[in-house]
């Protein structure tokens, strides 16, 4: 059986009734690269739905939501536009006013020169001028809703357009992954996903045709109050619970992490400063090169001269016992999870927890447990920045080279070996670049960890936010600034510097 047989069975297979269309247009695609010009009637007319029928998901979504906000501004449109809302508050201006109108009329006939005449006179004036600018102001949306429609019948339009101009690239591209790989699905089209899909859209489009026709319809999301309420006393006498049993555990840790903190703090602020200043800057040049050494001298410099050696002493006593319990946690963690894909799979839905949550919302349940103070700061801190150092490292040690690791192994070398003579130094920059991000992290949670007592250059700038202190906010920021580029530089090292 020759080449073109075989295409054209699969294309047959692959399409259907609609085979020598497809043969056709898939031969003029082969042919030559880009794009080539055609246009699928079907897919033109159905959009969505043909998409589904093919299986193009990534296509489908995207256009779906192109033809529903279409629907969205269309509905909007034939519905008076931002014009029924106005016209509706016109209405109200309108009947407050006649009615004052009238109560004015009436007090003029009894008491003509009234305090309360001439009050309700100017009253009903104002209202009849309130209702006259709101008429006039609901009039020109009203007059502009028609290029919302036009908006919207351009997109529906401009979408239908486009799916009919990509369709044939899109089912030929899907063709080709079809007879290259036979996990890609079924040749034929899909009549139960065109169908779902067909049924999505039915649902959708008269809701939302509805929901403009009636704004009452919709305007209200069904809600318990009475549930949120229960919900919030359980999690209050949880967390309660819950600090009061691991108190003694919370004691010995907040312990332990202050006794840190404070040996940390102690080093770098009662030592004398030119000694802390000598040694940053020996380390800067010895870690990462002479140009680092100068940018280093350019920090101190401002630090030390506009006022703020000590409490960039503090936050930087804050962030390495941060940063330096993320990375003992971290770093074996991530080893783990680059040995194990179950243990990454267990691990990585916390990660994302970690990261996603709000810190101002994590933040409540570190003083329940912790209270207030340096320590929950650092806690706090801590829960922001384990993430990027477990993540980058189990990257590194997932794509460590098998071939490297069999070499070893066909030398007698054993876990331990492995682990620290062929893993570790080649996930080494992968590692670095975690450890970099983890102390990053750490010192962006410094003005947030200053709200629950952390002391330090946050503080500086929670004061400046407080009292709109403009200035102070922004040098008080640059000082955090330089801490953050000092330490990322050092930590990178010199990157080919000589």
């Known amino acids: 059986m020759t080449d073109a047989s075989t295409r054209e069975d699969a294309i047959s297979r692959f399409a259907g009734r609609s085979a020598p269309y497809y043969l056709s247009a898939f031969e003029a695609i082969g042919k030559q690269r880009g794009y080539v010009a055609s246009f699928n009637i079907a897919a033109g007319v159905f959009g969505p739905v043909w998409l589904a029928g093919r299986r193009l998901w990534s296509a489908f979504w995207a256009f779906l939501i192109a033809d529903l906000l279409a629907v969205v501004l ?67 949306a009203q007059s502009g809703a028609w290029r919302v429609a036009s908006l919207g019948l351009a997109l529906l339009l401009a979408a239908h357009v486009l799916t009919g101009l990509i369709a044939n690239h899109l089912a030929e591209r899907r063709f080709r992954a079809w007879r290259l790989e036979a996990t890609v699905g079924t040749a034929d089209v899909s009549l139960p996903h065109a169908l779902g899909a067909l049924l999505l859209v039915v649902a959708l489009v008269p809701t939302i045709v509805l929901s403009f026709a009636d704004r009452t319809l919709f305007a209200a999301v069904p809600a318990n109050p009475e549930w949120n309420s229960a919900a919030a006393a359980w999690l209050d006498g949880t967390i309660g619970a819950i600090s009061r049993g691991v108190a003694p555990a919370a004691s010995a840790l907040t312990s332990g992490i202050g006794g840190l903190l404070d040996l940390m703090e102690a080093a770098l602020t009662r030592t004398p400063w030119p000694v802390v200043m000598a040694i940053i800057l020996a380390l800067a040049w010895q870690l990462a090169g002479f140009r680092v050494f100068l940018l280093t001298a350019v920090g101190i410099s401002y630090l030390a001269i506009l006022g703020y050696w000590e409490k960039s002493m503090q936050t930087v006593a804050l962030l390495g016992t941060a940063a330096l319990i993320s990375i003992l946690i971290g770093i074996p963690l991530g080893i783990l999870c680059g040995y194990r894909r179950r243990a990454m799979a267990v691990v990585r839905p916390l990660l994302d927890f970690m990261q996603t949550m709000p810190a101002f919302v994590y933040l ?70 975690g450890i970099s991000q983890t102390i990053l992290m750490c010192l962006s949670m410094v003005v947030i960890a200053a709200l629950i007592g952390a002391k330090g250059l946050g503080e500086d700038v929670l004061h400046a936010l407080q009292y709109a202190a403009q200035g102070q906010g922004l040098l008080a920021g640059l000082a955090i600034l330089v801490c953050a580029i000092v330490l990322d530089r050092m930590v990178q090292g010199r990157r080919g510097d000589p």
């Open 74 to 140: 269309l509905s909007f449109a034939l519905s008076g536009g931002a014009g029924a809302d106005l016209g509706a508050r016109a209405d109200r201006l309108e009947g407050l006013a006649a009615t004052r109108s009238a109560e004015a009329s009436a007090a003029a006939a009894r008491e003509p020169e009234s305090a309360m005449t001439r009050s309700l006179s100017r009253s009903a004036t104002a209202l009849e001028q309130a209702a006259r600018e709101a008429r006039e102001a609901a009039d020109a």
């Open 364 to 433: 409540i349940p570190v003083i329940a447990l912790f209270g207030i103070g340096k320590t929950s700061g650092i806690i706090a801190t801590v829960i922001f920045g384990v993430p990027p150092v477990v993540r980058l490292t189990a990257l590194g040690i997932a794509s460590v080279p098998p071939s490297v690791r069999e070499a070893a192994v066909a030398f007698g070398a054993t876990r331990t070996f492995l682990l620290f003579k062929v893993d570790l130094p080649s996930a080494a920059p992968s590692i670095m670049a």
